[in-house]
């Protein structure tokens, strides 16, 4: 049940295989690059596409500037810094000759968090840029602000649409008695990984990556579970010696008469 939750976590944390970047009707595709460690993006596009720029630094650094957000990257150092905030990411950025790149996480989920102006739909699989005005802190006009049309106002709300449908068959299965929680998890891994496959954000290397993570991640889980279980019986077998040990001194202690716990005289 744990390995299951565990590779459904994984499932869903898989990235679709090209970034696309929508700024009112303009579209830009960033291409993702695929290595054994995971999907990357080049630093270099990723910046031109949300309008900001992007260069070497010394020290095997990167900058990227967006607005007013300085994103820094270090090759082989799994963190971030943007403005003063240090966020670590699971990949490390790279180096390809002249070409640097940054983990797909970056655009997905470290800039839309950490830096104004962006946000990303993980239904429509879109980087989204906001109004510069808001970027740069302007205060936006509330009549431009309420004009969203309907159609991305329900567009958004579809994000919901696969995490109820997993939630609504797996807890709706246990509830009838379909299947028991046990086969639940893997019902929703199974579902995860269909959800992920049909909105193209699973692939041969994103399932081999999930699969690698969740038997870490149970393996973690169950070391714990082990060294709890062994602590507990090994408090009980100190406790079970010590009273048999009271109890073996009380008996021979009656049989010589001298406390009658199990001595009666005539």
Sequence with gaps: MIGAFAFALQIAAAQPPNLVVRHAENLR???????TAGRYIRADLLATALGGSSGSAAAGRYRITLGESLIELTEGVPFVRIDANVIPMLLPPLRSGQTFLVPYQLA???IPRFATGFNYD???AELRIFDTSARRGVAADPAAASALPLRERFASLLALGPVAA?????????YI???TPTEGAAVGAVATAAFA?????LDAAGLRHAVIDAAKLSGMIFIILIGAWNLKFSLMNNFTWLSWQVLTSFLAISREGAIGFWHTTS
């Design 197 to 201: 496959w049909a909105m193209g954000g």
């Design 122 to 124: 993980a239904a429509a």
């Design 166 to 174: 997993i939630f609504l068959i797996v807890v709706g299965g246990i």
């Design 177 to 179: 008695g379909v299947f």
């Design 29 to 35: 595709v960033v291409p993702s690059i695929a290595t």
């Design 108 to 110: 997905t989920s470290v």
